[in-house]
C-alpha cells in the first residue's frame, strides 16, 4: 500500500479535476483556447521541472519530495477553486503541473533502488498501470461529486486525493545508500551538466526512442476522439470508445511487465510501438463505429503493454549515484516528445487533412520501434 497507494491516489486526484479544468476557465471568462491553454499549463509546469524536481529529490530524499509533491498539488488545486482570478488559476493549474514532476521522478527513482533488478518491470508497470487506473476512476468520481455539488467539487475530491497520497508516502521506508567498499573512495557529487556528459550515448540512442515514443503516445489521445469527429460520430459514442479504449490499456499492464522481467525490455517496447503504429496507419480507413473501435482497442492495447516502458528503460541505464539528475533529464526527454506529438498532428492536420497527420504518427511508431528494437540491450543491465 504504501509503495502503490500514493501513485493511485495522486492519479484520482489529477483526473478527477482534469476534464473541469477548461470548464472553470470558461466561468471565469476564458476564451476557447485560453480554456484550452489552462490544461496545457500542467504539462507544461511538468516539462519546465522536471531538472529541478531531480534536484529536491536529491536534497529531500525521494520520501520527502513524494510528501512534498502531494502537498504542492493540493495547494496548486485550492488556488484553482478558491480564486476568481484568470492569472491565479493559470498559476494554480502550473504548480499541478510542477508537482507531477517532482511526484513521478520520486517514485520512480525510490522504486528502482528499492525493488531487485529480477522484479524491476512488474514494478514499474505495475506503478505505470496503478497511476492510470487512478486517472481512469477520478473524472467518474468528479462527475457524480460535481452533479451533486457544482465545479468546485472536483478540486474538493482532487485535494483530498493528493494529500492522501502524500500522507502514505510520509509511511513508506527511507532508502540506504550501501556503504562504500573499504579502500574506495567516495565518489565524487553530479551534477547536470556531467550527467549529460557521462550518459550522453543513451541519450542520443536510446533516448531519442523514448522522444518517439512519449509523441506517439500522447498523439493517441487526440486522434480517437478527433477521427470520430471526423465520422460524425455522436460525442456519446466517441466518449464510448474512447472509454473501452482506455479500459483495454488499464488490463495489459502486469502480463507485459513479466515479459520484460523474462524475455527482456525489447520483447514488449518494439512490438508496443509496431502495435500502435499500424493501428494508427489502419485508423484513416475506418468508415463507422464498428472499424474505429477496432483501431481504437488496438491503440489502446499496444499502449497498455507498454506500460512502465519508459520507467524500466531509465531505471536500467540510471547509475545508482546520481540516480535523481539522469531521470530528471531522461524525463524531460520525454516531456518533450509528449509536447510535440499533439503539436505535429495538429499542424499535420491544419496543414494536409487529418488523415495525413494520423498516418505520420502511425508512422513515426514505427521509427520508435526501429529505434528502440536497435539501442535496447538483449538482456537487462545489471
Given at each position: 500500500?504504501?509503495?502503490?497507494?500514493?501513485?493511485?491516489?495522486?492519479?484520482?486526484?489529477?483526473?478527477?479535476?482534469?476534464?473541469?479544468?477548461?470548464?472553470?476557465?470558461?466561468?471565469?471568462?476564458?476564451?476557447?483556447?485560453?480554456?484550452?491553454?489552462?490544461?496545457?499549463l500542467i504539462g507544461i509546469g511538468?516539462?519546465?521541472?522536471?531538472?529541478?524536481?531531480?534536484?529536491?529529490?536529491?536534497?529531500?530524499?525521494?520520501?520527502?519530495?513524494?510528501?512534498?509533491?502531494?502537498?504542492?498539488?493540493?495547494?496548486?488545486?485550492?488556488?484553482?477553486?478558491?480564486?476568481?482570478?484568470?492569472?491565479?488559476?493559470?498559476?494554480?493549474?502550473?504548480?499541478?503541473?510542477?508537482?507531477?514532476?517532482?511526484?513521478?521522478?520520486?517514485?520512480?527513482?525510490?522504486?528502482?533502488?528499492?525493488?531487485?533488478?529480477?522484479?524491476?518491470?512488474?514494478?514499474?508497470?505495475?506503478?505505470?498501470?496503478?497511476?492510470?487506473?487512478?486517472?481512469?476512476?477520478?473524472?467518474?468520481?468528479?462527475?457524480?461529486?460535481?452533479?451533486?455539488?457544482?465545479?468546485?467539487?472536483?478540486?474538493?475530491?482532487g485535494i483530498v486525493a493528493v494529500?492522501?497520497?502524500?500522507?502514505?508516502?510520509?509511511?513508506?521506508?527511507?532508502?540506504?545508500?550501501?556503504?562504500?567498499?573499504?579502500?574506495?573512495?567516495?565518489?565524487?557529487?553530479?551534477?547536470?551538466?556531467?550527467?549529460?556528459?557521462?550518459?550522453?550515448?543513451?541519450?542520443?540512442?536510446?533516448?531519442?526512442?523514448?522522444?518517439?515514443?512519449?509523441?506517439?503516445?500522447?498523439?493517441?489521445?487526440?486522434?480517437?476522439?478527433?477521427?470520430?469527429?471526423?465520422?460524425?460520430?455522436?460525442?456519446?459514442?466517441?466518449?464510448?470508445?474512447?472509454?473501452?479504449?482506455?479500459?483495454?490499456?488499464?488490463?495489459?499492464?502486469?502480463?507485459?511487465?513479466?515479459?520484460?522481467?523474462?524475455?527482456?525490455?525489447?520483447?514488449?517496447?518494439?512490438?508496443?510501438?509496431?502495435?500502435?503504429?499500424?493501428?494508427?496507419?489502419?485508423?484513416?480507413?475506418?468508415?463507422?463505429?464498428?472499424?474505429?473501435?477496432?483501431?481504437?482497442?488496438?491503440?489502446?492495447?499496444?499502449?497498455?503493454?507498454?506500460?512502465?516502458?519508459?520507467?524500466?528503460?531509465?531505471?536500467?541505464?540510471?547509475?545508482?549515484?546520481?540516480?535523481?539528475?539522469?531521470?530528471?533529464?531522461?524525463?524531460?526527454?520525454?516531456?518533450?516528445?509528449?509536447?510535440?506529438?499533439?503539436?505535429?498532428?495538429?499542424?499535420?492536420?491544419?496543414?494536409?487533412?487529418?488523415?495525413?497527420?494520423?498516418?505520420?504518427?502511425?508512422?513515426?511508431?514505427?521509427?520508435?520501434?526501429?529505434?528502440?528494437?536497435?539501442?535496447?540491450?538483449?538482456?537487462?543491465?545489471?
Amino acid at each position: 500500500m504504501p509503495a502503490f497507494g500514493p501513485s493511485l491516489l495522486f492519479g484520482l486526484g489529477e483526473g478527477a479535476i482534469l476534464p473541469i479544468v477548461p470548464l472553470t476557465a470558461r466561468e471565469l471568462g476564458a476564451s476557447v483556447p485560453i480554456a484550452a491553454l489552462m490544461v496545457a499549463l500542467i504539462g507544461i509546469g511538468s516539462l519546465f521541472n522536471n531538472i529541478p524536481a531531480s534536484m529536491i529529490t536529491i536534497r529531500w530524499g525521494e520520501r520527502w519530495a513524494i510528501v512534498a509533491a502531494g502537498v504542492w498539488s493540493g495547494l496548486g488545486m485550492a488556488l484553482c477553486v478558491g480564486t476568481s482570478h484568470l492569472g491565479l488559476f493559470a498559476l494554480g493549474c502550473f504548480m499541478v503541473g510542477m508537482s507531477q514532476s517532482v511526484y513521478n521522478l520520486a517514485r520512480q527513482s525510490y522504486m528502482t533502488e528499492a525493488v531487485p533488478i529480477e522484479y524491476r518491470a512488474r514494478a514499474l508497470s505495475t506503478l505505470g498501470g496503478v497511476m492510470r487506473i487512478g486517472m481512469f476512476a477520478g473524472p467518474f468520481l468528479a462527475a457524480g461529486a460535481v452533479h451533486v455539488f457544482g465545479l468546485s467539487a472536483a478540486y474538493v475530491l482532487g485535494i483530498v486525493a493528493v494529500l492522501g497520497a502524500a500522507a502514505l508516502g510520509a509511511r513508506i521506508p527511507d532508502l540506504e545508500m550501501p556503504p562504500v567498499p573499504h579502500g574506495q573512495a567516495a565518489p565524487a557529487s553530479t551534477t547536470i551538466a556531467s550527467t549529460l556528459r557521462d550518459h550522453r550515448r543513451v541519450f542520443l540512442t536510446l533516448g531519442i526512442g523514448v522522444v518517439l515514443v512519449s509523441a506517439v503516445r500522447a498523439s493517441r489521445q487526440a486522434v480517437i476522439p478527433l477521427w470520430a469527429d471526423h465520422l460524425m460520430l455522436a460525442p456519446s459514442v466517441a466518449s464510448l470508445v474512447y472509454g473501452l479504449a482506455g479500459a483495454v490499456d488499464m488490463l495489459v499492464f502486469y502480463p507485459a511487465g513479466k515479459v520484460m522481467d523474462k524475455k527482456g525490455r525489447r520483447w514488449v517496447a518494439v512490438p508496443s510501438m509496431l502495435i500502435m503504429g499500424l493501428a494508427m496507419l489502419l485508423m484513416p480507413l475506418t468508415t463507422g463505429t464498428f472499424t474505429l473501435l477496432l483501431a481504437a482497442l488496438a491503440i489502446g492495447f499496444g499502449n497498455g503493454i507498454g506500460s512502465g516502458m519508459i520507467m524500466t528503460l531509465g531505471a536500467d541505464h540510471s547509475p545508482r549515484h546520481g540516480r535523481a539528475h539522469f531521470l530528471g533529464v531522461w524525463r524531460l526527454m520525454s516531456d518533450i516528445g509528449s509536447s510535440c506529438g499533439p503539436a505535429l498532428l495538429s499542424f499535420l492536420a491544419g496543414s494536409l487533412s487529418l488523415a495525413a497527420g494520423i498516418a505520420v504518427t502511425g508512422l513515426i511508431a514505427f521509427a520508435a520501434a526501429g529505434t528502440l528494437a536497435y539501442w535496447i540491450p538483449r538482456r537487462p543491465r545489471g
